[in-house]
Nanobody, 118 residues
């Protein structure tokens, strides 16, 4: 199983990035998918989540109104559209998959760096 994130980079405050997480080796539609992030010296934190069918989403307060999570089960990919980026959004962003009926994340990606300059 692999989760491979992409789309990170350096962007100015107020800019946008779209992160992707491509999954392979698993039945993607059986997994709820979430995005987390970890800034230097801080704990990893939840950013956004999407249900298996993509019909339900949830967001951390810091992401509401600026970030949008979505998924394409035909492409085994989950996305995080990030708009109005702030310097405090600077972090390594990870995707993670939770199998239906379980409470723990089964798979994590390796992360992609997002750096927002002021």
């Amino acid at each position: 199983v692999q989760l491979v994130e992409s789309g990170g980079g350096l962007v100015q405050a107020g800019g946008s990035l779209r992160l992707s997480c491509a999954a392979s080796g698993l039945t993607f539609s059986l997994y709820g998918m979430d995005w987390f992030r970890q800034a230097p010296g801080k704990e990893r934190e939840f950013v956004a989540g999407v249900s298996r069918a993509g019909d339900s989403t949830s967001y951390a307060d810091s992401a509401k109104g600026r970030f949008t999570i979505s998924r394409d089960n035909a492409k085994n990919t989950v996305y995080l559209q990030m708009n109005s980026l702030r310097p405090e959004d600077t972090a390594v962003y990870y995707c993670a998959g939770k199998l239906v009926g379980t409470s723990q994340y089964a798979w994590w990606g390796q992360g992609t760096q997002v750096t927002v300059s002021s």
